[in-house]
């Protein structure tokens, strides 16, 4: 699901280099639309069988996500700073899941 989530931003960042109200834009902002609504409905199925501290911990692995949309879908660069980024996301979400209280 958070997959699905990530690419939602790849859906904006796409509608907002469209013409205002044209056809592109309104192409990929209903499937923006699309992918936040099936989210929305797939993350109360996943709410269902994990605790929400322990979905929302994990949902930062969407910045990851935007990351590799980035490099794919945009040539963005990958820089040390953002590596180091993604290491400390990555440390936080294996902290926070070994704990002895999760």
Same mark, same amino acid.
Not at 42 to 53: A, D, F, H, T, V
Not at 90 to 100: D, V
């Given at each position: &699901?958070?997959?699905?989530?990530?690419?939602? *931003?790849? !859906?904006?960042?796409?509608? %907002?280099?469209?013409? !205002?109200?044209?056809? *592109? !834009?309104?192409?990929?902002?209903?499937?923006?639309? &699309?992918?936040? +609504?099936?989210? %929305?409905?797939?993350?109360?199925?996943?709410?269902?069988?994990?605790?929400?501290?322990?979905?929302?911990?994990?949902?930062?692995?969407?910045?990851?996500?935007?990351?590799?949309?980035?490099?794919?879908?945009?040539?963005?660069?990958?820089?040390? +700073?953002?590596?180091?980024?993604?290491?400390?996301? &990555?440390? +936080? &979400?294996?902290?926070?899941?070994?704990?002895?209280?999760?």
């Amino acid at each position: &699901m958070l997959l699905l989530y990530s690419t939602g *931003g790849i !859906f904006s960042k796409y509608a %907002a280099g469209q013409e !205002f109200f044209g056809a *592109g !834009f309104w192409l990929f902002y209903g499937l923006l639309i &699309m992918v936040l +609504g099936l989210y %929305a409905i797939g993350w109360q199925q996943i709410l269902r069988w994990i605790p929400l501290s322990v979905a929302f911990a994990h949902k930062s692995v969407c910045v990851i996500w935007s990351l590799v949309w980035g490099i794919l879908f945009f040539h963005e660069n990958l820089t040390f +700073g953002k590596v180091i980024g993604i290491l400390l996301i &990555m440390a +936080g &979400m294996i902290l926070f899941t070994t704990s002895e209280e999760s």
